[in-house]
């Protein structure tokens, strides 16, 4: 090992990307994506619909294999062969679905108590004073511990989901769509609050959303996914100088551009 | 990544405990319940406390301290601004809400009187969902236009036609093996020939119209809770409803007359292909021709036998599509239940649809035989 490597070691950065191609029978969905998102840093993913944000998304957390190309997290293959590695590795980021995906046969308590006992190293009172910790941290009370998935409100289901993620302290948040379904109201509250815990634990943010306010609220940086590939990416300042058609129709908008332009510089 | 590590380190005033390294929930050596006891025991002896070489520490590391210190802060502690307000926010932790005990007195009453009650909540649900299908029949009597057509072919071809392949194979080896074991039975008598009455009887009587049910049930009942089910927990029912569109007309009615249709001629079928089974067997173990065994059944087997088997058919069809409707429209929004329900649907119209043969047995018991 060279003298450099040993005093100067960089961080790896969070997500790394390299010539990534998704293709689906004969529909290319991206071609040749490089993408490096740094620790700590806010992503804001925006694309048209049926631009493979999603696609993308579920590439990076592991969910489905790229035709072609690799996802790196921490430095580590996403899909590596060796499955006790690709456990190790999926317990260092949460990821928040945008229906929730609560487990609906499950309380709320169990629910984030969940991953805490896969890990089978906990003993049940310290995962409830977890639980109960987590539940905090998303502004909920104790005695919504013992309600039912289906029991909940929209604005609820979304804390709960955003507690499940966070519960095994994931180094990254990978965020599909946060805010979709929510009055803007809640959803303003709701960016506040990640962007409060963000400040707290320091994790990773990557999301993909259509709403300009959650961009405004959380993202540091913007990647626009158009034609196949990621046409711009940086802070928005950086974005709105590339000349694109995509570019120009999303933040076509005064308000929309305002917010995002407002927030994000 | 450095090992959360504990010292005791000597002053001149006592012990101080200082801890070092990553105290996080991926970090933790294991067990972590050793750990928290260890720490628990030096806690017990000294009140100082020393936090500030402590790298990164999460909340599973401020709980697992919180825990050690009995909840408390030590007496002296000296620990940076962000893990102060880590451990704050432990400390906020609301005492832990017990969940309400039932009280243990009179369980088995209170389970009995649960139980009857959900029973007669059931049998009361699928009295009105028959007074509402006799109504929605009664509506199709004055507008014959709006008869559901598409999805009564629909379910009658789920149910009936694709239903055959499975119904002749089971059937048929059910004659086989029925009419080997009798076979061996008869011979011991030298009472050969009845072989065609015992087969003729039992399997157009009992064995078709029982075998289908138990068969149509586990197939097309599930099917069917399992659907209204996922409608109901997808809110397609009251999507439905909003359009103005009855759901017992539009979903239950037609599998329920579907069913009252293809149930009969499954049996039939069913019956049809037992016969031929223990026909197979019969030539084949006691050399039983095969235009003697046809010759011979209508002579034997009382053409009323085919229709009770036929109206046991029709009735357990309507019982089974009824059964799986009513769980159906119960499922709550939640897999457990979805689960638990199509369990319940199956079981229920099996043993109903037994009951039932029982019952036809006891009013038909002077019909039909020789």
Same mark, same amino acid.
């Given at each position: 090992?060279?003298?450099?490597?040993?005093?100067?070691?960089?961080?790896?950065?969070?997500?790394?990307?390299?010539?990534?191609?998704?293709?689906?029978?004969?529909?290319?969905?991206?071609?040749?994506?490089?993408?490096?998102?740094?620790?700590?840093?806010?992503?804001?993913?925006?694309?048209?619909?049926?631009?493979?944000?999603?696609?993308?998304?579920?590439?990076?957390?592991?969910?489905?294999?790229?035709?072609?190309?690799?996802?790196?997290?921490?430095?580590?293959?996403?899909?590596?062969?060796?499955?006790?590695?690709?456990?190790?590795?999926?317990?260092?980021?949460?990821?928040?679905?945008?229906?929730?995906?609560?487990?609906?046969?499950?309380?709320?308590?169990?629910?984030?108590?969940?991953?805490?006992?896969?890990?089978?190293?906990?003993?049940?009172?310290?995962?409830?004073?977890?639980?109960?910790?987590?539940?905090?941290?998303?502004?909920?009370?104790?005695?919504?511990?013992?309600?039912?998935?289906?029991?909940?409100?929209?604005?609820?289901?979304?804390?709960?989901?955003?507690?499940?993620?966070?519960?095994?302290?994931?180094?990254?948040?990978?965020?599909?769509?946060?805010?979709?379904?929510?009055?803007?109201?809640?959803?303003?509250?709701?960016?506040?609050?990640?962007?409060?815990?963000?400040?707290?634990?320091?994790?990773?943010?990557?999301?993909?959303?259509?709403?300009?306010?959650?961009?405004?609220?959380?993202?540091?940086?913007?990647?626009?996914?158009?034609?196949?590939?990621?046409?711009?990416?940086?802070?928005?300042?950086?974005?709105?100088?590339?000349?694109?058609?995509?570019?120009?129709?999303?933040?076509?908008?005064?308000?929309?551009?305002?917010?995002?332009?407002?927030?994000?510089? | 990544?450095?090992?959360?590590?504990? *010292?005791?380190?000597?002053?001149?005033?006592?012990?101080?405990?200082?801890?070092?390294?990553?105290?996080?929930?991926?970090?933790?050596?294991?067990?972590?319940?050793?750990?928290?006891?260890?720490?628990?025991?030096?806690?017990?002896?000294?009140?100082?406390?020393?936090?500030?070489?402590?790298?990164?520490?999460?909340?599973?590391?401020?709980?697992?301290?919180?825990?050690?210190?009995?909840?408390?802060?030590?007496?002296?502690?000296?620990?940076?601004?962000?893990?102060?307000?880590?451990? *704050?926010?432990?400390?906020?932790?609301?005492?832990?809400? *017990?969940?309400?005990?039932?009280? %243990?007195?009179?369980?088995?009453?209170?389970?009995?009187?649960?139980?009857?009650?959900?029973?007669?909540?059931?049998?009361?649900?699928?009295?009105?969902?028959?007074?509402?299908?006799?109504?929605?029949?009664?509506?199709?009597?004055?507008?014959?236009?709006?008869?559901?057509?598409?999805?009564?072919? %629909?379910?009658?071809?789920?149910?009936?036609?694709? %239903?055959?392949?499975?119904?002749?194979?089971?059937?048929?080896?059910?004659?086989?093996?029925?009419?080997?074991?009798?076979?061996?039975?008869?011979?011991?008598?030298?009472?050969?020939?009845?072989?065609?009455?015992?087969?003729?009887?039992?399997?157009?009587?009992?064995?078709?119209?029982?075998?289908?049910?138990?068969?149509?049930?586990?197939?097309?009942?599930?099917?069917?809770?399992?659907?209204?089910?996922?409608?109901?927990?997808?809110? *397609?029912?009251?999507?439905?409803?909003?359009?103005?569109?009855?759901?017992?007309?539009?979903?239950?009615?037609?599998?329920?007359?579907?069913?009252?249709?293809?149930?009969?001629?499954?049996?039939?079928?069913?019956?049809?292909?037992?016969?031929?089974?223990?026909?197979?067997?019969?030539?084949?173990?006691?050399?039983?021709?095969?235009?003697?065994?046809?010759?011979?059944?209508?002579?034997?087997?009382?053409?009323?036998?085919?229709?009770?088997?036929?109206?046991?058919?029709?009735?357990?069809?309507?019982?089974?599509?009824?059964?799986?409707?009513?769980?159906?429209?119960?499922?709550?929004?939640?897999?457990?239940?979805?689960?638990?329900?199509?369990?319940?649907?199956?079981?229920?119209?099996?043993?109903?649809?037994?009951?039932?043969?029982?019952?036809?047995?006891?009013?038909?018991?002077?019909?039909?035989?020789?």
């Amino acid at each position: 090992m060279s003298a450099r490597s040993d005093s100067g070691r960089q961080t790896p950065p969070a997500i790394e990307i390299r010539g990534l191609c998704t293709q689906f029978g004969d529909v290319v969905i991206h071609r040749d994506i490089d993408l490096d998102v740094e620790a700590g840093q806010m992503l804001g993913l925006v694309g048209g619909s049926g631009s493979g944000k999603t696609t993308l998304l579920r590439e990076i957390v592991g969910l489905l294999a790229p035709s072609k190309g690799s996802v790196k997290l921490f430095g580590q293959a996403v899909l590596d062969p060796d499955p006790d590695l690709r456990r190790q590795l999926r317990r260092r980021f949460g990821m928040l679905f945008q229906q929730g995906a609560l487990f609906s046969a499950l309380s709320v308590f169990d629910n984030i108590a969940f991953p805490l006992r896969e890990l089978r190293l906990l003993d049940e009172g310290m995962i409830a004073d977890l639980v109960l910790l987590k539940l905090g941290m998303v502004e909920l009370e104790a005695r919504h511990g013992r309600l039912m998935p289906a029991e909940l409100s929209g604005g609820m289901v979304k804390r709960v989901a955003l507690a499940r993620a966070l519960s095994l302290e994931p180094e990254l948040l990978v965020l599909d769509e946060p805010t979709a379904g929510l009055d803007p109201d809640r959803s303003e509250n709701f960016v506040n609050l990640i962007k409060m815990l963000q400040k707290a634990l320091g994790f990773t943010v990557v999301m993909v959303t259509h709403d300009p306010e959650t961009l405004a609220g959380l993202a540091t940086r913007l990647a626009v996914l158009a034609d196949q590939r990621i046409v711009a990416c940086g802070t928005a300042a950086e974005v709105f100088a590339v000349e694109h058609p995509f570019i120009r129709n999303f933040f076509s908008s005064g308000r929309a551009a305002a917010t995002v332009r407002q927030g994000a510089c | 990544m450095t090992v959360a590590t504990i *010292e005791t380190v000597r002053q001149a005033d006592g012990a101080q405990i200082r801890l070092s390294g990553e105290w996080t929930l991926v970090t933790l050596p294991p067990p972590i319940a050793g750990l928290e006891l260890r720490l628990r025991d030096l806690a017990s002896g000294n009140t100082c406390w020393d936090l500030q070489p402590i790298e990164r520490m999460d909340s599973a590391g401020a709980i697992l301290l919180w825990r050690a210190w009995g909840r408390q802060w030590p007496a002296s502690l000296a620990v940076s601004g962000a893990h102060r307000s880590l451990l *704050e926010r432990v400390e906020a932790i609301s005492a832990d809400v *017990e969940p309400e005990q039932p009280s %243990a007195s009179w369980t088995w009453i209170r389970l009995l009187g649960g139980g009857a009650l959900a029973a007669i909540g059931h049998l009361a649900a699928l009295l009105a969902l028959i007074g509402q299908m006799l109504l929605d029949v009664a509506h199709l009597c004055v507008h014959p236009g709006d008869i559901p057509w598409r999805e009564f072919s %629909a379910n009658l071809y789920k149910s009936g036609a694709q %239903a055959l392949p499975v119904t002749a194979l089971i059937g048929f080896l059910i004659g086989i093996v029925l009419s080997y074991l009798s076979a061996l039975q008869l011979a011991t008598f030298g009472a050969d020939v009845f072989i065609v009455n015992l087969l003729g009887i039992s399997i157009v009587r009992e064995l078709g119209p029982v075998l289908v049910a138990v068969l149509v049930a586990g197939r097309s009942g599930s099917a069917m809770t399992a659907q209204i089910g996922v409608m109901r927990v997808t809110e *397609e029912i009251d999507a439905l409803a909003t359009m103005g569109v009855s759901r017992s007309l539009r979903l239950v009615l037609p599998k329920v007359l579907a069913l009252a249709l293809a149930m009969p001629l499954l049996v039939i079928w069913c019956s049809a292909a037992g016969i031929v089974g223990g026909m197979v067997a019969a030539k084949l173990q006691m050399d039983l021709s095969f235009g003697f065994f046809i010759d011979t059944l209508p002579k034997v087997v009382p053409v009323a036998n085919v229709w009770i088997g036929l109206g046991k058919g029709a009735v357990f069809g309507v019982l089974i599509a009824l059964i799986a409707c009513h769980f159906g429209l119960r499922v709550k929004p939640n897999t457990e239940s979805l689960s638990s329900r199509t369990t319940t649907s199956v079981v229920t119209s099996i043993t109903v649809a037994i009951l039932v043969d029982a019952v036809f047995a006891v009013l038909t018991r002077g019909v039909g035989l020789p």
